[in-house]
């Protein structure tokens, strides 16, 4: 009888963490647009995005600028971790992250200036 009890209080937090994970994603889903340049923009469904940041000459060809592609992400307490799937290595690395009502804060995540890397502030478009 004991052990079901624990089972059974283990399955409810399991589900509540599950929850809040989907109820934080399900918030985020949609486009959002870099507020200082307006030109990098991110489209969230669930537990993948995809980072879209226009296109450029290299070599003669065009194509995606760098950091352009879909990224996988798991929430942590005050960081968001990202994979981008387009890489050789599966790493996920880590990088702050705050949301906001209509806005998201996180760590330049793509090397949008790799000189001073700062936080990049995201709008939700349609607010």
């Given at each position: 009888m004991k052990k079901r009890s624990i089972l059974a209080l283990l399955f409810i937090v399991a589900i509540g963490f599950g929850c809040k994970k989907e109820k934080r994603a399900n918030r985020l889903n949609g486009v959002w647009i870099e507020a200082k340049d307006r030109s990098d923009t991110i489209v969230i469904n669930d537990e993948y995005f995809s980072l879209n940041r226009g296109k450029e000459m290299r070599n003669g060809h065009l194509l995606p600028k760098y950091g352009s592609g879909?990224?996988?992400?798991k929430f942590k307490q005050d960081s968001i971790s990202l994979y981008n799937q387009l890489s050789s290595c599966y790493c996920f690395f880590?990088?702050?992250f705050?949301?906001?009502?209509?806005?998201?804060?996180v760590g330049d995540f793509y090397r949008k200036n790799p000189v001073q890397p700062?936080?990049?502030?995201?709008?939700k478009e349609g607010r």
């Open positions: 879909t990224y996988a992400f880590d990088y702050f705050e949301q906001q009502e209509n806005s998201i804060r700062e936080i990049l502030t995201f709008i």
